[in-house]
């Protein structure tokens, strides 16, 4: 807090964002590619970027993405500490269980900061 | 760049009368002229500025996606470069994401992934919570992209609503939905239809529409435009 409004643009230009948090989250990724995580299903006051028909899911990581601030901090200008986020693969049967079984192969994934996964 | 004219205009040269400029303005827009009157008032940007980002806004397009998918189908470096730093790939197709309008800020996230398809695997883009998509390489989404019903129920019934865009898959290929929620932002590539043998960059750019790169079709000769959605008329209208 006690940034002043052009100080996402300061930090974001010539580097983009979130390329201008590379390094802020304190150490390395707690999670690495295929990893089996499950979303926790975290109360979300006020905001989150964490879809409800995530939660509780078990998946796997595909991606690990970048840093940032995590949406529920960065929503009110809470900017100076990062978090590791992850692009997790799910099976479609693992979040919808009424999903077809003619299809069971097919996925979906979305992305989550680290807050919201924990080791399976 | 063109823009991507896939709505009906009415010029005022057929039967119609020339539409007025303005029929009603929304709350929503009533609300943007005044933040951008108090805006302007605080010095905050100028007139100026906002016409330039304005004229910006308006030309961008899907263009640059589809030549960047066209380039990889043609050069398997390039691919590899789209497939790992998105970001810097664009550069090639003419768009800095770093400094897309030529003037003032960065775009507001710079991470894109571009989600390659294979002959077993298709990709299809949504934004759940909004409509998350990435404008300087892809313009503005279309309309049906923010709508509720292609966001709540393409992450649930994939399947039925790509076959709603005409596209039907066999249970063999994975539809693998990236529900776009964070910084990153994606354009799928699909994969090099058959009957392109021999054929030019831009003959392959014109084939990659805008609905190939989010995802709800797939490129095929001779196919250059997006899909016209059939408009269903109430078959017993509110009258207000």
Redesign the interface.
């Known amino acids: 807090m006690g940034h002043d409004k052009e100080h996402h643009?300061k930090i974001?230009?010539?580097?983009?964002?979130?390329?201008c948090f590379i390094g802020t989250a304190g150490g390395p990724s707690k999670f690495k590619v295929g990893d089996r995580v499950r979303i926790k299903n975290l109360p979300d006051i006020f905001y989150t970027?964490?879809?409800v028909?995530t939660r509780g899911a078990i998946g796997e990581i595909a991606?690990v993405?970048?840093e940032?601030p995590a949406?529920e901090d960065e929503a009110w200008g809470h900017v100076d500490h990062s978090e590791w986020?992850y692009?997790v693969?799910f099976k479609?049967k693992d979040?919808?269980p009424e999903?077809p079984d003619?299809?069971p192969?097919?996925?979906?994934?979305?992305?989550?900061?680290e807050r919201w996964l924990e080791s399976v | 760049m063109s823009n991507d004219h896939d709505h009906d205009h009415d010029h005022g040269h057929g039967h119609k009368p020339p539409a007025p400029m303005v029929e009603e303005i929304s709350d929503f827009e009533a609300l943007e002229i005044a933040v951008r009157e108090l805006s302007i008032e605080r010095g905050l940007f100028t007139a100026e500025d906002h016409r330039r980002f304005t004229e910006f806004a308006e030309h961008i397009g899907p263009t640059p996606a589809a030549r960047m998918v066209a380039k990889a189908w043609l050069d398997p470096e390039y691919k590899k470069l789209c497939l790992t730093d998105g970001i810097k790939a664009s550069l090639a197709v003419g768009v800095d994401w770093l400094n897309p309008t030529g003037f003032g800020t960065p775009s507001d996230y710079t991470d894109l992934r571009v989600l390659e398809d294979t002959p077993t695997r298709h990709h299809v883009v949504v934004c759940t919570l909004c409509s998350c998509y990435p404008r300087p390489i892809l313009g503005f989404q279309p309309e049906w992209y923010r709508t509720p019903n292609y966001r709540r129920r393409l992450v649930r019934w994939p399947r039925q609503v790509l076959a709603e865009f005409g596209l039907m898959l066999p249970p063999e290929v994975e539809v693998r939905v990236e529900d776009s929620n964070q910084k990153c932002r994606f354009i799928v590539m699909p994969v090099r239809p058959a009957g392109t043998d021999g054929w030019t960059e831009d003959q392959l750019t014109e084939i990659v529409t805008r609905d190939c790169l989010i995802g709800v079709t797939l490129p095929k000769p001779g196919k250059t435009t997006n899909i016209k959605l059939p408009v269903h008329h109430a078959v017993n209208p509110a009258n207000h």
């Open positions: 643009a974001a230009t010539g580097k983009g964002d979130p390329q970027r964490t879809m028909y991606v993405t970048h940032s949406p986020f692009i693969r479609q979040l919808w999903y003619d299809f192969n097919d996925t979906l994934q979305t992305e989550f900061s």
